[in-house]
């Protein structure tokens, strides 16, 4: 694998030590900003009745450190019980030296509901608790002034929000886990220009080597232009300018030279830089930023999916993102680093980021470390019928969120395809089900969006999309031969689909059309070493799929047989073993919770790096 560039340093203008100090952004970066995590006045509202009892005016009793929720215990809380408000509030002097500019105030995410108000009048208001926001201040702020910041978040233990994997209970349960509430990613400032660059959409194009650029702007733009330069460790590679005024997001093309073209892959995860530039009409540089990008292409090509044209198995592995003291929030960057750094030792070449909106720089990280990704939203279980209860119900919420992280995402090499929804149950049989309008959707709005990757319509279960660009099924059969047989048939276009939960009822997928096809989750393999050792554990503390092996050399066996069955199958393009680490109660990972060694994970390396059969049939055989 080739050196990774290393992140230069920014001019966070917050002194002293602040949690999560890194900037947040690392995909489209400013060089001034004002990181304002750190400790912040807080209180709950159990009874969502701070707006009436006066809390945008007044002080609040308690302490909390964010970006950490208040779940947490690196939030100074701790506090598990359900929380259906919460507020914040802060002070904080906008820089004098942003003079000439205007403060826009930044959110990574925040559960679920958030109104922000700035020295008592309302900026902002977002509903989804895996997605970011932003609000410009300067109508209310200018440098040199304070501003008082709250936000309150609401969080309801009822209805249908996206919630992912948090526990409906108060309890941990199953696989369902400690909730999140109110700000769980970093919040900060910047200033921007009057006429400023938003997040640009870079498209990489490999066959023709080049990059297209989308870069929308806010602001007045006559006599305007918009200046790309792409440049790589031997200096600028190419450049282009277009005039702003002309087009909604002006287009730019930057064509590589032949001898400067290096595809990203996991091999060579090679990051180009594109510095953007808006030039007034006398030729001042207005705004500025830079942003990473990946020469590298996704294709298909009958049941293959193509990277950069060629055949790469796709070894994943099931990321939740979940930590023991932050929760759904990394203890710091250094640990979004580990962990995918921990997959690849393990043999897998990358992960489903699964039921939450991974943070940015989990994606600034696999882009230059080489990780593929499948990026993913967070509404497991998502149902129709009887069965379904509140919890997850489709609403519009969901597609817009949906939207929101595809364009927030759009610009990572690393990701490689979209999936919207996981394990979806489909129970009515006689009409369409609001399941299948917000499954199509979901996978329109990502077609929509993204012309450049593939679309899951959902991971596992009903299969409701019929040109879904994948197929897939999941099956944590724990005897290597019975799996090998449940995976037999994708030669002959009848492969394993996942069965409906309800004897006798109709088949809730819609037919296999030759797409190409993985086992999506796998194995989950139940192993605790103590828990053998001290003769087992009940499953309402402790449990995984099947039976626990009765050693690790058990452990081992069963690995490597189940990675073989479909490592072995020339029309399987991958798989996603569940799971990279235990959580809470869910013990089934190849690393502890807290990330220390569980198992000999060389073992499970050797057993996944053998070639698998489909990166070793021929084009013609395909």
Not at 259 to 267: F, I, K, T
Not at 486 to 493: F, I, P, R, S
Request: proline share 7%.
């Amino acid at each position: 694998m080739s050196k990774v560039p290393e992140e230069r340093p920014l001019h966070n203008v917050q002194g002293g030590s602040v949690p999560r100090p890194e900037y947040p952004r690392p995909s489209f970066v400013r060089e001034d900003w004002l990181n304002l995590n750190g400790t912040w006045q807080f209180a709950f509202d159990p009874g969502d009745s701070g707006l009436e009892r006066g809390l945008v005016q007044c002080e609040l009793p308690d302490r909390i450190t964010v970006p950490f929720c208040p779940e947490s215990q690196l939030s100074g809380i701790g506090d598990t019980d359900f929380h259906h408000a919460v507020w914040y509030r802060r002070t904080v002097r906008i820089p004098e030296e942003w003079q000439g500019r205007r403060p826009m105030l930044h959110f990574g995410a925040v559960d679920h509901d958030a109104t922000v108000w700035v020295n008592g009048r309302e900026v902002a208001r977002h509903s989804g608790g895996f997605t970011s926001f932003s609000a410009e201040i300067g109508d209310v702020v200018r440098p040199g002034d304070d501003a008082v910041i709250v936000v309150r978040a609401r969080d309801s233990k009822e209805g249908p929000q996206a919630r992912g994997k948090q526990s409906d209970q108060y309890a941990n349960y199953s696989c369902l886990y400690t909730r999140t509430t109110g700000i769980w990613q970093t919040v900060w400032l910047e200033p921007v220009a009057a006429t400023h660059l938003r997040r640009p959409r870079i498209t990489p194009d490999l066959a023709a080597g080049c990059f297209h650029l989308e870069v929308p702007l806010a602001g007045g733009r006559a006599h305007h232009q918009v200046r790309a330069r792409l440049t790589d460790a031997q200096g600028t590679v190419a450049e282009a300018v277009v005039p702003a005024h002309l087009d909604l997001a002006p287009r730019l093309v930057l064509t590589v030279p032949t001898e400067r073209r290096r595809p990203w892959s996991p091999h060579d995860p090679h990051l180009y830089e594109i510095h953007l530039e808006v030039v007034d009409g006398s030729g001042a540089v207005v705004d500025s930023a830079r942003c990473s990008a990946g020469l590298r292409s996704v294709s298909i090509d009958g049941k293959r999916v193509l990277l950069n044209g060629e055949p790469v198995f796709q070894r994943l592995v099931l990321d939740q993102g979940w930590y023991p003291d932050g929760l759904l929030t990394a203890p710091d960057d250094a640990a979004l680093v580990r962990d995918i750094e921990l997959a690849q030792a393990a043999g897998f070449n990358g992960a489903r980021l699964h039921q939450k909106v991974f943070e940015e720089r989990f994606l600034y990280h696999a882009d230059r470390l080489g990780y593929l990704v499948w990026g993913e939203f967070a509404d497991w279980g998502a149902s129709v019928g009887p069965l379904s209860g509140d919890n997850q119900q489709q609403t519009v919420g969901f597609v817009a969120q949906w939207l929101e992280a595809l364009d927030r995402d759009y610009s990572h090499p690393s990701i490689i395809g979209w999936c919207a929804l996981n394990e979806t149950r489909q129970e009515l049989h006689d009409r369409t089900s609001t399941l299948d309008v917000a499954t199509r959707a979901m996978f329109l709005a990502a077609k929509a969006a993204d012309t450049s990757r593939p679309v899951l319509d959902t991971s596992g279960y009903s299969h409701r999309v019929p040109e879904t660009d994948i197929y897939d099924s999941h099956c944590y059969e724990q005897d290597p031969a019975r799996f090998r047989e449940l995976m037999a048939g994708l030669d002959k276009n009848i492969p394993f689909v996942n069965p409906h939960d309800v004897p006798g009822a109709p088949e809730h997928s819609v037919p296999y059309a030759g797409q190409p096809y993985f086992c999506s989750e796998f194995g989950g393999i139940w192993w605790n070493a103590e828990e053998a050792e001290a003769g087992g554990a009940d499953r309402d503390e402790s449990w995984g799929y099947g039976e626990r092996p009765r050693d690790e050399e058990e452990f081992h066996t069963r690995f490597a047989a189940l990675a073989g069955v479909l490592l072995d199958d020339p029309d399987m393009f991958g798989y996603c073993y569940t799971q990279l680490t235990d959580v809470f109660q869910e013990q089934n990972g190849i690393y502890r919770f807290d990330r220390s060694v569980k198992l000999d994970v060389e073992r499970v390396r050797r057993a996944q790096q053998r070639p698998a059969a489909y990166e070793t049939v021929t084009e013609g055989e395909a």
